[in-house]
């Protein structure tokens, strides 16, 4: 792997379960210790979509099953599109087009869709009529997006009672009608009776954030363009934040994480989302040239620097991925290791990156947990039992 020396810790520190991602070692370079990592499952593509929220997410709760139940498992991320298409085209026309309407969206709608349709597995519902299986969305998403502001837009702001069952025939048209009955493994199931089945029990997970603009310790709708269907989140202080994240990864849990991927120091082609002590603005040429290669000093992030981009609009809700392990650099600076949705192919780790511990405290949108991954002190004054 070009520029990462990457040494597999020993695991007598942590129990945790080593994923078997595809790395390999260079003699010089950027060196970078992997601490904790837990077993996931394979990296997927989401293509011509923007459905990262439900890869991202998806891949999370397979993680959970495998966590829970020892089974690997290949969720359908498209179900789960599917059925918030449905949804966000009721709630926009509800609203009269006063609200976001999109493919974008947030974990939270996996979960919402757990705890109100259900889960399928892939095998049973791929979401996808081409030959290849990638999901291509440009049409659909630009069909959609017409037909729901022409229906508002038309018959005087009265809705055609046929309307929805166009609708629903486009998707039905372009992702497949969705079954209400299936066999897997031998057995009968419904959407709802599956998602029991594989063990995963929507109130137990939690959204959570960080920001000063509402109370700590309580819960508010998260701002942002993704979040149309106004889900509230937990709010905590940002140490606490990210003492959330080490302590679900240090317990075996994964980290369902959403982010602003805008920085000039995010490059997934590197292999590295960091955020330098330096204003990559103002560096020279030669420090540009060789910011991916060797470890920089990281800038402190504090809860103020971090209120200030997301009220400025500088960190948006751009991208969700999943958090599966911690590492630390040369400089025994803090980093994280995340599975991204964008295929195996676009840089050497496979489909994998690392994160700095201050481009998560800046950057950061969102998480999603399992409430047993809370600190005790921390649930304790979150309430959450």
Request: proline share 3%; net charge negative; hydrophobic share 35%.
């Amino acid at each position: 792997m070009k520029k990462y020396i990457l040494v597999l810790a020993c695991c007598f520190f942590f129990e945790t379960i080593i994923c078997q991602t595809k790395m390999t070692k260079k003699e010089n370079g950027f060196p970078l210790t992997i601490l904790t990592e837990i077993k996931c499952s394979s990296v997927k593509d989401q293509y011509q979509s923007g459905t990262c929220w439900s890869f991202s997410t998806a891949s999370f709760f397979e993680s959970e099953v495998l966590r829970i139940n020892k089974k690997n498992i290949d969720l359908s991320e498209m179900y789960v599109v599917r059925k918030m298409y449905e949804l966000k085209g009721i709630i926009f026309l509800r609203m009269m087009g006063k609200t976001n309407f999109g493919a974008g969206g947030e974990a939270s709608d996996v979960l919402k869709c757990i705890r109100e349709y259900g889960m399928l597995p892939q095998s049973v519902y791929t979401g996808n009529t081409e030959v290849d299986m990638k999901p291509r969305h440009n049409e659909m998403d630009n069909v959609l997006t017409a037909m729901v502001n022409a229906a508002i837009k038309l018959n005087n702001g009265k809705l055609s009672p046929d309307f929805l069952k166009a609708y629903t025939s486009v998707l039905d048209t372009y992702m497949g009608i969705c079954p209400q009955t299936f066999t897997y493994d031998n057995k009968l199931y419904t959407s709802k009776s599956f998602s029991e089945e594989i063990g995963i029990v929507p109130e137990d997970y939690i959204p959570i954030t960080s920001f000063t603009h509402h109370p700590f310790y309580t819960k508010f709708i998260l701002e942002v363009p993704d979040n149309w269907s106004n889900e509230s989140y937990y709010n905590v202080p940002l140490n606490d934040f990210e003492q959330i994240i080490d302590n679900a990864i240090e317990k075996g849990f994964t980290v369902s994480w959403s982010s602003d991927v805008s920085e000039k120091g995010f490059s997934f082609k590197d292999g590295l989302a960091i955020i330098p002590e330096n204003d990559i603005e103002k560096m020279k040429k030669e420090e540009k040239d060789t910011l991916f290669s060797y470890p920089v000093k990281q800038k402190i992030i504090d809860q103020e620097i971090r209120q200030i981009a997301f009220d400025n609009l500088s960190t948006q809700d751009d991208h969700a991925m999943q958090i599966v392990g911690i590492a630390k650099d040369g400089l025994g600076q803090k980093y994280y290791l995340v599975k991204n949705s964008w295929g195996e192919e676009k840089n050497d780790l496979q489909g994998y990156f690392f994160v700095s511990a201050s481009y998560i405290r800046y950057k950061t949108t969102s998480i999603l947990i399992h409430k047993n991954a809370l600190p005790k002190s921390i649930a304790e004054k979150l309430a959450i039992k």
